[in-house]
């Protein structure tokens, strides 16, 4: 082998490795955040690991887009949401914090097809703004009720949807619970074990919406002796809103409850889906099991880390 065809080879290769296209583009992805309903959901410490975890999926090119605080200044906010395949919601405000023109420009971008990921409390966010929760389906606190629609749950392997009257939103303390996955032939649940084990973090229920164009993947049941409903409360669901993909999922109140496998491989997989309607990831080797739940060293807390506490006010209800 001569020296000039060497070097030929290798500016080849390198040339193929270059050239755009031939590897699949990455999903574009904005993690919205900037905003909770309290210091104990800690958007500052948590969106840095679920940034983390799309970029170890080596699917994703994320954009953190940070929106202004409570009393700043939206004037100047208004996101290209055009630019991105799927919006995951780490946030969580009251109905007025938008203008009806920053509505309206989100609505038309999940009506023609913009993806969306609902993270735990993003569920709580604009109880009033009804295309909103068209798009997650149920959602829970500030101020949510019967008026928003059904308390949807799973029963006897069945879809529920109860009118009866009540507040939407209550969870226990954080315990472990074990997640069913209804249904197994959605991309995102295809292949996984049908039950498993997350780590302590809070199980919503009472979830109310119109839960049009839902479907529940997976459910856990929802303990009386825990402040529980003794219902299987919705954990992942998938939506439609026009030609958007929704991917819903409760589980992610702090960083210890994002350090379960389960959590990151759904949400990953939901995030794909979301964005393509396909999931192309394989399912990690080290998923939980029905009685036993998975964590990686390489989303550990920080050394002393402590789960935020405080909240609007003394025996406010924690979300
Ligand atoms: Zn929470």
């Given at each position: 082998?001569?020296?000039?065809?060497?070097?030929?080879?290798?500016?080849?290769?390198?040339?193929?490795?270059?050239?755009?296209?031939?590897?699949?583009?990455?999903?574009?992805?904005?993690?919205?955040?900037?905003?909770?309903?309290?210091?104990?959901?800690?958007?500052?410490?948590?969106?840095?690991?679920?940034?983390?975890?799309?970029?170890?999926?080596?699917?994703f090119q994320v954009d953190v887009v940070t929106?202004?605080?409570?009393?700043?200044?939206?004037?100047?906010?208004?996101?290209?949401?055009?630019?991105?395949?799927?919006?995951?919601?780490?946030?969580?405000?009251?109905?007025?914090?938008?203008?009806?023109?920053?509505?309206?420009?989100?609505?038309?971008?999940?009506?023609?097809?913009?993806?969306?990921?609902?993270?735990?409390?993003?569920?709580?966010?604009?109880?009033?703004?009804?295309?909103?929760?068209?798009?997650?389906?149920?959602?829970?606190?500030?101020?949510?009720?019967?008026?928003?629609?059904?308390?949807?749950?799973?029963?006897?392997?069945?879809?529920?949807?109860?009118?009866?009257?009540?507040?939407?939103?209550?969870?226990?303390?954080?315990?472990?619970?074990?997640?069913?996955?209804?249904?197994?032939?959605?991309?995102?649940?295809?292949?996984?074990?049908?039950?498993?084990?997350?780590?302590?973090?809070?199980?919503?229920?009472?979830?109310?919406?119109?839960?049009?164009?839902?479907?529940?993947?997976?459910?856990?049941?929802?303990?009386?002796?825990?402040?529980?409903?003794?219902?299987?409360?919705?954990?992942?669901?998938?939506?439609?809103?026009?030609?958007?993909?929704?991917?819903?999922?409760?589980?992610?109140?702090?960083?210890?409850?994002?350090?379960?496998?389960?959590?990151?491989?759904?949400?990953?997989?939901?995030?794909?889906?979301?964005?393509?309607?396909?999931?192309?990831?394989?399912?990690?080797?080290?998923?939980p099991t029905a009685d036993k739940p998975q964590?990686?060293?390489?989303?550990?807390?920080?050394?002393?880390?402590?789960?935020?506490?405080?909240?609007?006010?003394?025996?406010?209800?924690?979300?």
């Amino acid at each position: 082998m001569t020296k000039s065809f060497m070097i030929g080879s290798l500016l080849g290769a390198l040339l193929v490795w270059a050239v755009p296209g031939r590897a699949a583009a990455p999903i574009r992805v904005m993690l919205l955040d900037g905003e909770q309903g309290g210091p104990y959901h800690a958007w500052q410490e948590t969106s840095p690991y679920l940034n983390k975890m799309l970029g170890d999926a080596g699917l994703f090119q994320v954009d953190v887009v940070t929106a202004p605080p409570k009393d700043g200044d939206f004037t100047a906010f208004k996101p290209d949401w055009g630019k991105y395949q799927v919006v995951v919601a780490n946030y969580d405000v009251p109905d007025e914090r938008w203008s009806e023109g920053l509505k309206t420009s989100f609505e038309q971008y999940v009506r023609n097809g913009g993806g969306l990921v609902s993270v735990h409390a993003a569920d709580n966010a604009f109880p009033n703004w009804k295309e909103y929760n068209l798009m997650i389906g149920v959602g829970g606190w500030r101020g949510r009720n019967e008026k928003s629609g059904p308390h949807f749950y799973y029963q006897d392997g069945k879809q529920v949807a109860d009118t009866s009257p009540g507040n939407a939103g209550s969870h226990g303390a954080r315990l472990a619970y074990k997640i069913v996955n209804q249904v197994t032939s959605h991309p995102i649940t295809k292949g996984l074990p049908k039950e498993w084990l997350h780590v302590p973090d809070e199980l919503y229920a009472n979830m109310r919406g119109p839960g049009e164009n839902m479907t529940v993947l997976s459910t856990s049941w929802s303990d009386p002796a825990n402040r529980g409903t003794n219902h299987d409360e919705p954990i992942l669901m998938v939506l439609s809103y026009g030609k958007g993909r929704i991917f819903h999922t409760v589980m992610g109140h702090d960083l210890a409850a994002l350090n379960c496998v389960g959590f990151i491989a759904t949400y990953q997989r939901g995030t794909e889906w979301a964005a393509t309607g396909k999931v192309t990831q394989k399912v990690p080797a080290d998923f939980p099991t029905a009685d036993k739940p998975q964590t990686r060293a390489a989303y550990n807390p920080p050394a002393g880390w402590t789960s935020p506490t405080g909240g609007p006010g003394r025996g406010a209800p924690r979300k």
